[in-house]
C-alpha cells in the first residue's frame, strides 16, 4: 500500500544519520570498556534499543547499557553507573527509572548510559531493566533485512493511528511489541490479515494458555511468565484490529480522515483545569484519570447526567465532562417510610414543619413521600463541595482549591480541541 | 374523638329527612306489589341501600328493587322492569347499569327502580345486582343500633380521609364494605386500633386463605367466593391504615392539615387536556389513565425524565406530567457495532456521510460509536408524533389530535390545583 511506503520513506534514518549514530555509539562503548578495564570492574557495555536493532526511526535516542557482574549490590551498581555515566557524558544530568542514570546529548544525539545486572536467559532479574540487553539478543538473532523494514512499516503505520508507546498516557503498543509481532507473524501484510479477521484478546503465540487478564497477549520469549503487552488498552487493541481492516480493504480514506467540528450539541460542557504537579506524567496521570472519574461519579450521583468526558495533560491537567443536565432541578421526590411504620407519623412531623417542604406529604403504594427543594442546584457548588470529601491522588489532593470550572463554551483549551476532534484514530 | 362525631352530626339525616325517605319508600313498594298482583306477576318488591339498612348519611338515595322470580327470562324482567318503574315515577328516565332500569326523583327524592332475579343465599346469581338483596338482609340480620351508627360514623370518617366510594376514578371503600367492617370488628374504634396496627393486607375475617391478589381482601358473607374488597387500590388500604394511626394518636392536626402550596418547583410541567367522550366516568377513566401512562412512557423513553403526574376527569380529561427536562440535549451517543465485526467499516460510511454526524465515528473499548444530533428535541413534537402510533383505548383514539398541550405555568386548570395540594388524604 503506496501511502504507508510513503510515510515510512519520510520517517526512515537517513544514511548519513544512521553512520552517525554507529560512530557516536561505538566511541561510547570504547570509553566505558576502557574505564572498566582500567578501574577493574566486571561489567561489560553493550549497546540497546531500536538503534541497536536497526529497527528505529528518524531522531532516535541511543540507549548504552553497562551490565555489571550479580555479584555487587544495587548500592554499588548505581553509584558506579552514575559516575561512568558522567565521565562519558558531559553536560550530562541524572535522571530516575528503575535506577538512576545519566542521560546527555552528544553531536545533537540523545544518549543514555544505564547500569543494569547482567543476566542470561532464563536467570532471575534483578530490576526491569536487566531483561533489555536479552531483547536487544532476541530481535537481532531473529531477524533478517526484510522483517527489519516491516517493523519499521509497523511502527510508522501504529504511530499514524495513534497506538504507538507504552507511556500510561499512551497505553499503546512499545516497539519491543513491533518487533515480536513481526518476527511471530513473519511480516506486515500477514499480520494486517491476520488482525484484520480477529476476534476477542490478541494472543501471541495463538496457543497460549489464557491465564492473563489484559486484551492484548503477548509473551515475552525472554520471559515467559511475562506478559508483553499487558500495558495496552482495549481501545488501543481495537484501534488496531479496525485500521487493519481498512488497510487490507484498501480504505485510507477512512485511515487519513479529517473529521468535521461541529460544536453546537446542545448540551452542557464543563472544563476542570489545575496545573499539573512537577511530576513525571506516569505517575500524574492515573491520579488525573482518577479525578475524571470522581467528578464523573460526583456528576452521575447528583442527577447532572454525564455523558461524555475527554482528558489531556500538557502543562494543566484538563478534564472535560459532558452532561445532560446543566443545573439540577429545583424540586426532589424523596420517599419516607411505608405508611404502617412506627416512623411514618414522625416523617410526616419533620416535613411538615421543615422549610424545604415542597409538596405533601403524600402516599403512593404503601408509603408516606414529600417533594423536597433542591438545596444546592449548581454544578460549580456540587462538585466543589464534594471534591473536599474525595481522595484524587496523593499529588492532587493538596490542588484540590486550585481547581478552575469553566463552561467549555468560554474556552479553547486543548482538552476541547481534542474533544471536539474525537476520532476513530487519535485518542 | 369530638371532631368525628361533630362531623357525623352534620352529616346524619334529621328525623324529619328519615320519616319523608320512609313514607316515600312505603308508597312506591305498595304500589308495585299492587301492580304485580294485578298483572300475575311473581315477583316481589324490596328496598336495598344505605336507606334500608339505616346506614344512609344525608340526601341518601332510595333504592327500590323488584325482584323477579328465576324461571323469567332475562328480556322479560328488564322490559316489566322498566314498565313498571315508567308507572310509579313520573319523569323516570331510563339508565343502564348491568340492566337498564328506571330512574326519577320523589318529593325532591332521587329514587331508582331496579330489576333483578330473586335468589336465595348459596344460590347461583344470574347478574351481580341479584345479590343486593341479600346483602340487605345481612347487614339488617347482624347489626344493631350501636353498630349503625358507627357504621355512619365509619363511612363519614372514610369521607374526610377521601377513601370512600367504590367508583373507578376513586377505588375507595363502598357503603357494603363499611357495613361489613364494622360487623366484623364489632365498632369503630376497635376497627380503628386494628387498622392503626395492620401490617400488609387487610384480610377479613383474618384466617382467609390468601387466595386473592388485591390489597384488601373482604370476603363477602353471602358468597365467599367473591372478593367484596376487590376494588380498593393499595393507596386508599395506605390512607386508611394512616388514617387509623393518626386516629388513635389523637392527631387530628394532620388528619384535617391544609397544605402550603408551592409553586415555583424549577421543573417542567406539561398539562395535557382533551374534551371527555359522553360516556360514564367507570369506561373513560380507565382509557384516562391508559393515556396518562403512554404519555408518561413516551416522555421516559425519550429522556425527559417524568418524576410526577396527576390526572384529573371532569368535563375535560386533563393530564399533567412533570419531567426534569423541558427539552432533550441537542446531541446523543450513538452505539455502533464491535471494530471486530464485519459491519464495522459500513457503519463508519453510512456515518461519514450523514448531516446529523456531530461527533467520530470514535472507538470506546471495543465497539465504534458516533455522537448524533437530536432531530426532535421540543416535547410536544415528540408526544403528537408518537401518540399517533399509540392505541390509547376505544374512546380515546379518535380524539388524539385533539389533545392540547399547554405549559403548565400558564393554567390554573383542576389537575394543576390538584397537583399542587397534593397531601395525605387527597388523591
Same mark, same amino acid.
Given at each position: 500500500?503506496?501511502?504507508?511506503?510513503?510515510?515510512?520513506?519520510?520517517?526512515?534514518?537517513?544514511?548519513?544519520?544512521?553512520?552517525?549514530?554507529?560512530?557516536?555509539?561505538?566511541?561510547?562503548?570504547?570509553?566505558?570498556?576502557?574505564?572498566?578495564?582500567?578501574?577493574?570492574?566486571?561489567?561489560?557495555?553493550?549497546?540497546?534499543?531500536?538503534?541497536?536493532?536497526?529497527? *528505529? =526511526?528518524?531522531?532516535?535516542? &541511543?540507549?548504552?547499557?553497562? /551490565?555489571? !557482574? @550479580?555479584?555487587?549490590?544495587?548500592?554499588? $551498581?548505581?553509584?558506579?553507573?552514575?559516575?561512568?555515566?558522567?565521565?562519558?557524558?558531559?553536560?550530562?544530568?541524572?535522571?530516575?527509572?528503575?535506577?538512576?542514570?545519566?542521560?546527555?546529548?552528544?553531536?545533537?544525539?540523545?544518549?543514555?548510559?544505564?547500569?543494569?545486572?547482567?543476566?542470561?536467559?532464563?536467570?532471575?532479574?534483578?530490576?526491569?531493566?536487566?531483561?533489555?540487553?536479552?531483547?536487544?539478543?532476541?530481535?537481532?538473532?531473529?531477524?533478517?533485512?526484510?522483517?527489519?523494514?516491516?517493523?519499521?512499516?509497523?511502527?510508522?503505520?501504529?504511530?499514524?493511528?495513534?497506538?504507538?508507546?507504552?507511556?500510561?498516557?499512551?497505553?499503546?503498543?512499545?516497539?519491543?511489541?513491533?518487533?515480536?509481532?513481526?518476527?511471530?507473524?513473519?511480516?506486515?501484510?500477514?499480520?494486517?490479515?491476520?488482525?484484520? *479477521? =480477529?476476534?476477542?484478546?490478541? &494472543?501471541?503465540?495463538?496457543? /497460549?494458555? !489464557? @491465564?492473563?487478564?489484559?486484551?492484548?497477549? $503477548?509473551?515475552?520469549?525472554?520471559?515467559?511468565?511475562?506478559?508483553?503487552?499487558?500495558?495496552?488498552?482495549?481501545?488501543?487493541?481495537?484501534?488496531?484490529?479496525?485500521?487493519?481492516?481498512?488497510?487490507?480493504?484498501?480504505?485510507?480514506?477512512?485511515?487519513?480522515?479529517?473529521?468535521?467540528?461541529?460544536?453546537?450539541?446542545?448540551?452542557?460542557?464543563?472544563?476542570?483545569?489545575?496545573?499539573?504537579?512537577?511530576?513525571?506524567?506516569?505517575?500524574?496521570?492515573?491520579?488525573?484519570?482518577?479525578?475524571?472519574?470522581?467528578?464523573?461519579?460526583?456528576?452521575?450521583?447528583?442527577?447532572?447526567?454525564?455523558?461524555?468526558?475527554?482528558?489531556?495533560?500538557?502543562?494543566?491537567?484538563?478534564?472535560?465532562?459532558?452532561?445532560?443536565?446543566?443545573?439540577?432541578?429545583?424540586?426532589?421526590?424523596?420517599?419516607?417510610?411505608?405508611?404502617?411504620?412506627?416512623?411514618?407519623?414522625?416523617?410526616?412531623?419533620?416535613?411538615?414543619?421543615?422549610?424545604?417542604?415542597?409538596?405533601?406529604?403524600?402516599?403512593?403504594?404503601?408509603?408516606?413521600?414529600?417533594?423536597?427543594?433542591?438545596?444546592?442546584?449548581?454544578?460549580?457548588?456540587?462538585?466543589?463541595?464534594?471534591?473536599?470529601?474525595?481522595?484524587?491522588?496523593?499529588?492532587?489532593?493538596?490542588?484540590?482549591?486550585?481547581?478552575?470550572?469553566?463552561?467549555?463554551?468560554?474556552?479553547?483549551?486543548?482538552?476541547?480541541?481534542?474533544?471536539?476532534?474525537?476520532?476513530?484514530?487519535?485518542?
Amino acid at each position: 500500500m503506496n501511502y504507508l511506503e510513503n510515510l515510512l520513506a519520510e520517517q526512515i534514518p537517513t544514511s548519513e544519520e544512521t553512520k552517525k549514530l554507529g560512530e557516536i555509539s561505538s566511541t561510547i562503548i570504547q570509553k566505558i570498556n576502557d574505564i572498566c578495564k582500567a578501574d577493574n570492574i566486571n561489567a561489560s557495555c553493550t549497546e540497546v534499543g531500536s538503534v541497536s536493532k536497526n529497527t *528505529n =526511526l528518524k531522531s532516535s535516542d &541511543i540507549d548504552i547499557f553497562v /551490565t555489571f !557482574d @550479580k555479584s555487587y549490590s544495587v548500592d554499588y $551498581i548505581e553509584k558506579k553507573g552514575l559516575e561512568i555515566g558522567h565521565r562519558v557524558l558531559e553536560n550530562g544530568t541524572e535522571k530516575y527509572a528503575e535506577h538512576p542514570y545519566v542521560s546527555g546529548y552528544v553531536m545533537g544525539i540523545k544518549v543514555d548510559v544505564v547500569p543494569a545486572f547482567k543476566i542470561s536467559e532464563g536467570e532471575k532479574i534483578v530490576s526491569t531493566v536487566d531483561r533489555t540487553p536479552l531483547h536487544t539478543l532476541y530481535v537481532n538473532s531473529n531477524t533478517d533485512e526484510a522483517m527489519v523494514h516491516d517493523i519499521r512499516l509497523l511502527k510508522v503505520f501504529m504511530k499514524s493511528i495513534n497506538v504507538y508507546g507504552s507511556e500510561i498516557s499512551r497505553s499503546g503498543f512499545s516497539g519491543y511489541l513491533c518487533e515480536l509481532l513481526i518476527i511471530h507473524f513473519k511480516n506486515f501484510d500477514r499480520l494486517m490479515g491476520y488482525m484484520a *479477521n =480477529l476476534r476477542g484478546k490478541l &494472543i501471541v503465540p495463538e496457543n /497460549t494458555e !489464557d @491465564k492473563f487478564s489484559e486484551p492484548v497477549i $503477548i509473551i515475552d520469549p525472554v520471559d515467559p511468565s511475562r506478559n508483553a503487552g499487558a500495558a495496552v488498552s482495549e481501545e488501543n487493541l481495537s484501534r488496531l484490529k479496525l485500521a487493519s481492516k481498512l488497510y487490507m480493504a484498501g480504505r485510507e480514506d477512512i485511515l487519513n480522515h479529517t473529521p468535521r467540528i461541529n460544536k453546537n450539541r446542545g448540551t452542557h460542557i464543563m472544563v476542570f483545569v489545575v496545573k499539573k504537579p512537577d511530576i513525571i506524567d506516569d505517575i500524574i496521570y492515573p491520579q488525573a484519570v482518577r479525578l475524571k472519574n470522581r467528578i464523573w461519579d460526583i456528576l452521575h450521583n447528583n442527577g447532572f447526567m454525564p455523558v461524555a468526558s475527554e482528558i489531556y495533560v500538557g502543562s494543566d491537567i484538563e478534564i472535560l465532562i459532558e452532561c445532560e443536565l446543566g443545573m439540577l432541578p429545583g424540586t426532589k421526590v424523596h420517599m419516607g417510610p411505608p405508611v404502617e411504620s412506627n416512623e411514618s407519623i414522625k416523617f410526616i412531623d419533620v416535613w411538615n414543619s421543615n422549610a424545604r417542604l415542597m409538596r405533601g406529604p403524600y402516599i403512593l403504594k404503601n408509603r408516606v413521600y414529600v417533594d423536597v427543594r433542591t438545596e444546592q442546584r449548581d454544578m460549580e457548588g456540587i462538585i466543589r463541595k464534594e471534591l473536599k470529601n474525595s481522595d484524587i491522588g496523593k499529588n492532587l489532593n493538596e490542588l484540590k482549591d486550585e481547581i478552575k470550572i469553566i463552561n467549555g463554551e468560554d474556552t479553547d483549551l486543548e482538552v476541547v480541541r481534542k474533544f471536539f476532534s474525537k476520532y476513530l484514530f487519535n485518542s
